[in-house]
Nanobody, 123 residues
Framework: QVQLVESGGGLVQAGGSLRLSCAASGRTFSSYAMGWFRQAPGKEREFVAS????????SYTDPVKGRFTISRDNAKNTMYLQMNSLKPEDTAVYYCAAGRRFLSELVKDYAYWGQGTQVTVSS
């Protein structure tokens, strides 16, 4: 099993930056595909970004392309989401997730989830 803990959320003005971290427990972290999802109030959880076990392949939802960067450090059992040029519509609880399906954008393909970290972008 993998346990995930997110950190790095907060309140930022539009145009600002935040870096989210996802710390994973377990010796098999490097074998999992990882992803970031977000959920705004009253909306369903949606895909943000994902990467493969080595971090060499990535996928992003269109609204964040060119602004967000997903990465991982398997030696530290940690995944990151660098978020630049933040917009008010990026406001949500951000979740990290681990799964076996390569670069999936589907919630159902991720077996393990963190508790989430709040990101609020003010206009």
């Amino acid at each position: 099993q993998v346990q995930l803990v997110e950190s790095g959320g907060g309140l930022v003005q539009a145009g600002g930056s935040l870096r989210l971290s996802c710390a994973a427990s377990g010796r098999t972290f490097s074998s999992y595909a990882m992803g970031w999802f977000r959920q705004a109030p009253g909306k369903e959880r949606e895909f943000v970004a994902s990467l493969n076990w080595s971090g060499t392949r990535t996928s992003y939802t269109d609204p964040v392309k060119g602004r967000f960067t997903i990465s991982r450090d398997n030696a530290k059992n940690t995944m990151y989401l660098q978020m630049n040029s933040l917009k008010p519509e990026d406001t949500a609880v951000y979740y990290c997730a681990a799964g076996r399906r390569f670069l999936s954008e589907l919630v159902k393909d991720y077996a393990y989830w963190g508790q989430g970290t709040q990101v609020t972008v003010s206009s």
